[in-house]
């Protein structure tokens, strides 16, 4: 045990930047958008690299990894298996969280929101645009289901490459879902935790397409 990180013993002071309501868009969108292109170019291996919270119809929450794969004034797009664990989840509750941890930069986003699945067409263009292997994938996996063992899914994927010999249509039950924000809460890291915390909440809207935004500081 003598080479055990001491959790108790890291101490990171956060000092690379502050935060101020009079700093932000008004747009939590753009807001999102500037401090995600900053975050891109530090170089991370996948930028879009989140934590979807979601809870399910008897109130227990989970999360899991996930990849942003579109942002815009609609809200967060990622796709995944409408079966799965997640899918089931964000259909009955139809409700999530987003999480984006940059810790390089001393910040961290969090969005909450409604969610929608996006349009057959939006999900057909983007299953297009993936790997081969990805597709096959995409039917070979019942994806949170109990699976015996490796040979099974292997097999699985055998199957569906033959049946499949030239384009892989999408399978109905892989997705994407958009995450509306209701809000959206910006951290920066400040000496002695007394850090910035600066909060969208969607207060209405001014009519379609135009939210009213509400933008407070929060206690650290
Ligand atoms: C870096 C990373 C990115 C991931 N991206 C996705 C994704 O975009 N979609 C997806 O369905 N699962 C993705 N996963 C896998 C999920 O974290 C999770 O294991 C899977 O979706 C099953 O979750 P569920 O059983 O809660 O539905 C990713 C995992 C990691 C570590």
Known sequence: MDDAVE??????????????????????????????DAWA????????????????????????????????????????????????????????????????LERQVRVVGGVDRVSDEESDAYFASRPRGSQVGAWASDQSAVLPDRVTLDERVAEIDRQYQGDVPRPPHWGGYRVQPREIEFWQGRPSRLHDRVRYRRAGSAGPGSPVWVIERLAP
């Not at 989840?89 to 810790?103: E, G, P, Q």
């Open 7 to 36: 959790l108790e013993s890291i101490r990171h002071q956060y000092e690379q930047a502050g935060l101020d309501v009079s700093d932000v868009d008004p747009d939590p969108i753009v807001q999102f958008r500037s401090w995600f």
């Open 41 to 104: 170019a530090t170089g991370p291996r996948d930028p879009g690299l989140m934590v979807l919270a979601t809870v399910d119809d008897e109130g227990w929450p989970a999360s899991r990894a996930v990849l942003l794969r579109g942002l815009d004034d609609r809200g967060f797009v990622f796709y995944t298996n409408h079966t799965s664990d997640k899918g089931r989840a964000l259909d009955a509750m139809r409700r999530a969280s987003l999480s984006f941890v940059w810790h390089d």
